[in-house]
C-alpha cells in the first residue's frame, strides 16, 4: 500500500507463519494483536493453546488470611492481567501482586482460571495448610493439578494427623517432583511416618522454616531438626540433607531436603 511515497505494511494480509512468528515474540501485547483481524485473533488463539511455548508463573500463593499472590515477570504483567494488580514484592526480574481474598466466588475463580490458561507451568504452588479442607471442597487443587504443570507443590504452616492425611490424598492422585512443608517451625520429628509414606509418592520432600537472619528461637528448635535429618537418614533408601542458618543468637535449621537413594 502506497502512502505519499512510502510503503505502508497492511498487516492483515501478512502470511500465516509470519503472524504466528510476530505473535510468539509479542507475547506480552497478545490482546492488542487480536484486534487487529480475525484471522490474526484465531492465529493468537492458536498459540495460547500450545501451552508448552507459554510464559511460566514463577509462584501462586494461597493464604487464609491474606489476598492470593501471582509471581510474574515484569513484561508479562500485563499479559496475565494482573498489570494493576498491587505490587508487595520485587524480585529480579519477577514481581509479585495480590488482587482477592480467596473466597473463591464465580469472579475469582474466573480471573484465576483465565491467568492459569496463560502459562507453560508453574513453578511453584503456594497453599495454606490451613485452608485444605476448604480448597479441596471448591475443587481449587484439582483444577491447579489436573490442569497445570506443577513443579514444586508447597504447603505452608504446622501439619496435624488430618493435613497431612489430605496431603497424601492430593499426592497420591496427582504427580508432583517435588513436595515442600513451608513455614514449618513444628518439631518435625513428629512427621517421621509421614516423611516415610509420602517418599512413595513423591521423588524428593524438602521442610523449609520459616527462621530468618535475626531469628532468636530456642537452640531445642535445631536440635529436633538435626535428630530428625539423623533418624531419616538411617531409614533404608533414604537421604536427608540439614542447611542451617548461623546468627549471633546461634545456629538454626534451614531446611532439609529428602530424597530416596536407588
Known sequence: MQNEGKTVLNLSILPSDVVRKIIKVGLDSIDSLKLISSRWNALAIEVLNDRKRLPAIKCITIRYDTPMAVSVEERFRKYFGVEKWRIVQEDSNFKTAQWFHTTFTDKEMGVLYRILRRCSRIRRLDFDVEMLRKLEKANIVNLYLN???????CFSGILDANQTSRILRIVRQHRVPILVLGRSNC??????KFVLEALRLVPSIRFESSIGPESRLDQQHYTSWQEFTDKLNSAARVKAVLSTITNAAGVF??????????
Open 187 to 192: 518439631y518435625v520429628t513428629k512427621l517421621y
Open 147 to 153: 490442569e497445570f504443570t506443577v513443579q514444586e507443590l
Open 253 to 262: 535449621p534451614k531446611s532439609i531436603i529428602i530424597t530416596t537413594v536407588d
